[in-house]
Antibody
Framework: QLQLQESGPGLVKPSETLSLTCTVS??????????WGWIRQAPGKGLEWIGS???????YYNPSLNSRVTISVSTSANQFSLKLSSGTAADTAVYHC???????????WGQGALVSVSS | DIQMTQSPSTLSASVGDRVTITCRAS??????LAWYQQKPGKAPKLLIYKASNLQSGVPSRFSGSESGTEFTLTISSLQPDDFATYSC?????????FGGGTKVEIK
């Protein structure tokens, strides 16, 4: 059974880099059939797509965050990671990782990790 | 970017009610739309994909439909487990976007 679990610091200081890892179990992160992504939800707001990565290493990022986002994969650990630089209070959110079907929708999500950006 | 306008933002209903949630896309997205159910502290759950396809294991009281750029999620008879937040999601083109969410509350 597929499981995705987010992990990382729950508190980040302003101007520092927010780093999260998603550990995937029950599926290979190297599969050509899927892509992997990050989505966040700020308090009281809707879901916001951050970016996605494919097994080829190709990445797509939300233009609103593009210059600050890096998503990478560790095939040996069956994990993928998010780095969001220059954090501000506006980056305070629950961050979800997800698996998507290539050419289609996200079909599985992690339960999310709350990250607060505060001094 | 494709904007997804979801309505209503909050909906009060009773067990057994028929509930309808609407998402309007700012441009054509063909049928590339999914619906998710969210509960606090839980992973969002896929309900519907490609506008009207029921995800395996999802009760048949959930259904999706489309008319042009307007998409609808219908719960035919609301059950206690259905009180949650529902979001639509277009995957027609990048950047991927979501509706603002609809919270279904107990009346």
């Amino acid at each position: 059974q597929l499981q995705l679990q987010e992990s990382g610091p729950g508190l980040v200081k302003p101007s520092e880099t927010l780093s999260l890892t998603c550990t995937v179990s029950g599926a290979s992160i190297s599969s050509d059939s899927y892509f992997w992504g990050w989505i966040r939800q700020a308090p009281g707001k809707g879901l916001e797509w951050i970016g996605s990565i494919y097994s080829t290493g190709t990445t797509y990022y939300n233009p609103s965050l593009n210059s600050r986002v890096t998503i990478s994969v560790s095939t040996s650990a069956n994990q993928f990671s998010l780095k969001l630089s220059s954090g501000t209070a506006a980056d305070t959110a629950v961050y979800h990782c997800g698996r998507g079907i290539v050419g289609a929708h996200f079909d599985s999500w992690g339960q999310g990790a709350l990250v607060s950006v505060s001094s | 970017d494709i904007q997804m306008t979801q309505s209503p933002s909050t909906l009060s209903a009773s067990v057994g009610d028929r509930v309808t949630i609407t998402c309007r896309a700012s441009q054509s997205i063909s049928s590339w739309l999914a619906w998710y159910q969210q509960k606090p502290g839980k992973a969002p759950k896929l309900l519907i994909y490609k506008a009207s396809n029921l995800q395996s294991g999802v009760p048949s009281r959930f259904s999706g439909s489309e008319s042009g750029t307007e998409f609808t999620l219908t719960i035919s008879s609301l059950q206690p487990d259905d009180f949650a937040t529902y979001s639509c999601h277009q995957y027609y083109k990048y950047p991927l976007t979501f509706g603002g969410g609809t919270k279904v509350e107990i009346k």
